[in-house]
Structures are given as C-alpha cells and as structure tokens.
C-alpha cells in the first residue's frame, strides 16, 4: 500500500530543481563501480540515484551543474559525453573504463528497476516490520500479509496520509492468511513468521503444495522444523517437498535474535538467493 505524497509544498520543491540532468553509463569496459546503463540525477542541489561514487561521481556532477545551468538559459539541451579511465588520474583504481552520457530529462524520477524478487511475507510482528524496513529501499515486492490488522504501522495503512512506504508494498490483512499462496506467481520466495506456530504450519503446508515455489523461509528453531517436517509427512506432503523448506533463516553465522539483526540477514540471504536463480 503506498500513497504518493500529492501536496502544493512538494511539487514546488521538485520544480526547484530543474531542470534536471540524466547521467548515464553508457558503456563499461573492465571492472567499473556500477554496471552499464546505471544512471543517477542532478538538479540545482539534489541529486538522485549512483553511477559508483568516488571522485568519478564527483567530477560528473559538477559537468551536468554546468550543463543544466547552460540548458537553464535557454541553449540547446544536446546530449554531452564523456570518457573516463578509472585510474590514478580520478583517484580510482578499478582499471575499467567507462563513458558517460549527460542528458536533459523530463523529471526528477529514476527509472523503476525489475524486482529482484516478489516475497509472500506472513507476519507483521516485530521481525516482520524490521525486515519490510530492511527491504524497503531494495528493487523487490513484498505482499505483507497477516489476519491482524492492527498489526500493520498505522501510517501504511491510513487511506489519508501521504507515507514513504514503496509502492511495490501490498499490505493484506485477511481472515485467512493461507489463502493468500494460491495468487502467488510462480518462482514466489515465501518467508513465513506469523504470531501463531498452528497458522505457519497450516501456511507453510500449503506452500509446499505448490511446485513451482522459488524459496521458502520459516522462522524457528531447528526443533521446530524436525516437529513441522514430521507433521508434513504425516499429513502426506512429499518428501522432496519438505526439502525445500528453509528453516532456521538468515545468513549462517549471525547470532543475534534482535528484530533488526534477523532483519538484515534474512534480507541478506533473500539477495543471495535472488542473485543464485537470476
């Protein structure tokens, strides 16, 4: 659920800051800090999105402030490059090349990347709203599901309030959270850690019914998947399906159980995952 922010204040803002200047790695050529086609934003004193820092980023950023104060005049906004060899010269030693394209551009809004990932997330409790946090600035999108409505950050919900969450943020507060799995697409991560140790067992089973699941997640200790697994195959879930479960969660060797160092690390390992099947 977002809303984007719609006030007379905002608009004003962003007009302040054009025009705006697109500056792009056209081409890459040996190791680079950021992959070709990466572009970021220069307005009068903001700037938007990355082409890799450094004193590359720097040195551009002052060429489209220049840019955009010639095209502010009136001059013809024709597009500007440059070539660059990242060694001693930028202070950078990467040993690639890149070159960069300068561009007028109609507005202050980056391009939207492809998910990464489309993540069923069952629970709004402490882990739940720390790893949504942790996900948030990340390309993926999250369906955040749980049957308590009061669960969910009351500005995410508000119909009336203009919020920063992302609009690839759906949250679902419904009578029958499991429900919720057969609209998944296929290749869907799962990560289930709701209130109840009944409701992720009735979830995750309907989970491991499906075949086409590109990763499931279940919060717990290893005694709880030993007893969850046994259940299944008691209720005739197939072993090859149990094996997909993932259970503990996170990356191996982070210990803490705070809320934000679950959060980091399950967020860490669904990258991991994303970038192993992508």
């Known amino acids: 659920m977002h809303r984007e922010p719609n006030s007379q204040a905002v608009l004003s803002a962003e007009a302040e800051q054009a025009p705006w200047v697109r500056i792009t790695l056209s081409r890459v050529r040996g190791s680079a800090p950021r992959e ?20 590359l980023e720097y040195q551009a950023i002052a060429t ?27 202070g950078q030693c990467c040993g690639g090349h890149v070159e ?3 561009e007028h551009a ?5 391009p939207t990347p492809a998910p990464l990932f489309h993540l069923l997330l069952f629970g709004a409790g402490h882990v739940g709203r720390a790893l949504v946090r942790a996900l ?22 508000a119909p009336d309030v203009a919020t920063s969450w992302p609009s690839t943020l759906h949250i679902l507060a419904v009578d029958v959270p499991e429900a919720e799995v057969a609209t998944a697409p296929p290749g869907a991560f799962y990560l289930v850690m709701t209130h109840s140790h009944d409701l992720d067992f009735r979830i995750g089973e309907t989970i491991l019914r499906r075949n086409d699941i590109g990763w499931f997640g279940l ?23 149990q094996q997909r479960l993932v ?7 982070i210990e803490g159980k705070e809320p934000e160092v679950i959060a980091a690390s399950v967020a860490a390992q669904l990258l991991q995952v994303a970038a192993q099947i992508g």
Do not use: Y
């Open 106 to 110: 109609a507005s202050g809004a980056l």
């Open 36 to 55: 070709q086609g990466t572009c970021m934003l220069v307005g009068a004193t903001q700037t938007r999105g990355s082409i890799g820092g450094g004193h």
């Open 219 to 241: 919060i717990g200790s290893a005694t709880k998947r030993a007893r969850f697994l046994r259940r299944w195959a008691e209720r005739g879930v197939p072993e090859a399906a």
């Open 136 to 157: 948030r600035p990340l390309p993926c999108t999250v369906d955040w599901i749980d049957e308590r409505k009061q669960a969910f950050p009351p500005d995410a919900l």
């Open 100 to 102: 960069l394209r300068f």
């Open 64 to 90: 489209a402030r220049q840019l955009r104060v010639r095209w502010a005049a009136g001059n013809t906004a024709e597009p500007h490059f440059e070539s660059h060899a990242l060694g001693p010269a930028l």
């Open 247 to 253: 259970c503990p969660v996170g990356i191996p060797g």
